[in-house]
Nanobody, 119 residues
């Protein structure tokens, strides 16, 4: 079992910043990809950003240049620094971690953290 604990969501004004964190715990053998997804009301869940164990990153076009994903491999933690936030960034943000435990691969999701962008 791999558990994910997210933190850092909240209310911010347009143009403001937030930093999300997600820590993975459990009997983890290795972690490959860590990422963030988001889902706004009435919309499908979408990719925000991912980072591999080698540090390669991928961003949705809508957040490129404003959001930065990073990870601390020693702490099994992934971060999402969100700057210049817009109302359309408001959503529930979900952490996703993929890797291996002793008996095989895992693909875990966090419970989600709400990000509200409003004046």
């Amino acid at each position: 079992q791999v558990q994910l604990v997210e933190s850092g969501g909240g209310l911010v004004q347009p143009g403001g910043s937030l930093k999300l964190s997600c820590a993975a715990s459990g009997s983890i053998f290795s972690i490959n990809v860590m990422g963030w997804y988001r889902q706004a009301p009435g919309k499908q869940r979408e990719l925000v950003a991912t980072v591999t164990s080698e540090g390669s990153t991928t961003y949705a076009g809508s957040v490129q240049g404003r959001f930065t994903i990073s990870r601390n491999n020693a702490k099994n933690t992934v971060y999402l620094q969100m700057n210049s936030l817009k109302p359309e960034d408001a959503a529930v943000y979900y952490c996703n971690v993929r890797g291996r435990v002793r008996v095989g691969p895992f693909d875990s999701w966090g419970p989600g953290t709400q990000v509200t962008v409003s004046s």
